[in-house]
């Protein structure tokens, strides 16, 4: 299944404007229409509201709190489908706070990853003859730095790594060696 792009989002977007529009204006009318419960209409018209920006937003867990919250089976599928499809894109990662956490595609600018960050090292030391050199491990490094990188392999390890950017770099790395390796 391809990547969702932004053009992926429009029902994103209509989901938390009719909420805004029309679904805490109607909250609001029952409330003042209402005899008994009122004040149940108007904190439902608030709760709603509240977590319609947080949609525009693009907050994953606004998203699926608003759609538990409709009471909706027919909906819970539809945006449970929607929402699974979404879960990790980067646009929703930023807006669910997240950002700082992953990145999608590493560039020139990024900071490396620290010793802290590396995956811990083998138990048994692989024998030099055996496998990519560390002259092949250095270069495929060098890619990922420059920003030079094979992006259809990073993204297979992306999503395979479910958005982690140390594991990420780790595979395309190792990857990355091999084929060196056998050039």
């Known amino acids: 299944m391809g990547r969702v792009e932004d053009g992926g989002f429009v029902w994103w977007r209509i989901y938390g404007w009719l909420g805004l529009i029309v679904g805490v204006p109607y909250m609001v009318f029952l409330g003042v229409t209402a005899v008994r419960f009122s004040g149940l209409y108007f904190m439902a018209a608030a709760v709603g509201g509240f977590i319609n920006v947080f949609i525009l937003q693009y907050s994953r867990t606004a998203f699926l709190w608003a759609t538990i919250l409709s ?13 699974k ?3 990790n894109h980067p646009k929703v990662l930023q807006g669910s706070g997240k950002a700082m956490e992953v990145q999608a595609y590493p560039t020139s600018s990024d900071t490396p990853l620290t010793q802290d960050s590396a995956p811990p090292p083998p138990s048994k030391p692989i024998p030099p003859s055996v496998g990519p050199s560390n002259e092949d491990f250095r270069l495929a490094a060098e890619e990922v730095d420059r920003g030079d990188y094979d992006r259809g392999l990073w993204e297979r390890f992306f999503a395979e790594t479910d958005g982690d950017l140390g594991k990420t770099r780790a595979r395309y790395v190792a990857r990355r060696a091999a084929q060196i390796a056998s050039q």
């Open 71 to 83: 009471l909706n089976p027919l909906l819970w599928i539809i945006n449970g489908i929607y929402l």
């Open 85 to 87: 499809k979404r879960w």
